[in-house]
T-cell receptor
Framework: KQEVTQIPAALSVPEGENLVLNCSFT??????LQWFRQDPGKGLTSLLLIQSSQREQTSGRLNASLDKSSGRSTLYIAASQPGDSATYLCAVSLILTGGGNKLTFGTGTQLKVEL | IAGITQAPTSQILAAGRRMTLRCTQD?????MYWYRQDLGLGLRLIHY???????GKGEVPDGYSVSRANTDDFPLTLASAVPSQTSVYFC?????????????FGPGTRLTVL
């Protein structure tokens, strides 16, 4: 059974710092990996998707890496801002019979960026 | 605005009552999903549908049923609600073969069963 772990569970940093969020998974037979952002009381916003054949993906100040063989992904946030404060979720994907895909989620890293 | 809508936003329900959570997407995605989010457990898949007319069970299907009569709608029904079904429910969708099945999520329904 796939298990996804995110470390740390919570993180508080001063504005402007670069930071790294970690995600590890137990089964390397994944289809892709998605990083999401969740604001309090809100839904999930997809930030980045890394295909299983890719090593990294970038969007603005965000960079996600994937090392499938070791079961690890990192989300790098450059020059953090108070607006980055949210919970960040990592999810790995397994293809379902018939074409959809099942996501297995970690429990998230709650990030607070302070002024 | 394209995306996924869910209704109701929140609901308080007496145990034993029947409840249907609604989900509609306008992206013409073929696959749709229902997840529940519980503190300390993360999001877990309840049911999914790869295409209209088909459904499948996820990790935690007991006590829930779904139907997929058309592409856009994927309702989740609790036949007889129990307190352990108190949770936040998220509907999601993806398109097979598009962006590697990237999943997009609705805003969620907060359900409390007393």
């Amino acid at each position: 059974k796939q298990e996804v772990t995110q470390i740390p569970a919570a993180l508080s940093v001063p504005e402007g710092e670069n930071l790294v969020l970690n995600c590890s998974f137990t089964d390397s037979a994944i289809y892709n990996l998605q990083w999401f952002r969740q604001d309090p009381g809100k839904g999930l916003t997809s930030l980045l998707l890394i295909q299983s054949s890719q090593r990294e993906q970038t969007s603005g100040r965000l960079n996600a890496s994937l090392d499938k063989s070791s079961g690890r992904s990192t989300l790098y946030i450059a020059a953090s801002q108070p607006g980055d404060s949210a919970t960040y979720l990592c999810a790995v994907s397994l293809i379902l019979t018939g074409g959809g895909n099942k996501l297995t989620f970690g429990t998230g890293t709650q990030l607070k960026v302070e002024l | 605005i394209a995306g996924i809508t869910q209704a109701p936003t929140s609901q308080i329900l007496a145990a034993g009552r029947r409840m249907t959570l609604r989900c509609t997407q306008d992206m013409r995605h073929n696959a749709m999903y229902w997840y529940r989010q519980d503190l300390g457990l993360g999001l877990r898949l309840i049911h999914y549908s790869n295409t209209a007319g088909t459904t499948g069970k996820g990790e935690v299907p007991d006590g829930y049923s779904v139907s997929r009569a058309n592409t856009d709608d994927f309702p989740l029904t609790l036949a007889s609600a129990v307190p352990s079904q108190t949770s936040v429910y998220f509907c999601a969708s993806s398109q097979q073969g598009y962006s590697y099945n990237e999943q997009f999520f609705g805003p969620g329904t907060r359900l409390t069963v007393l």
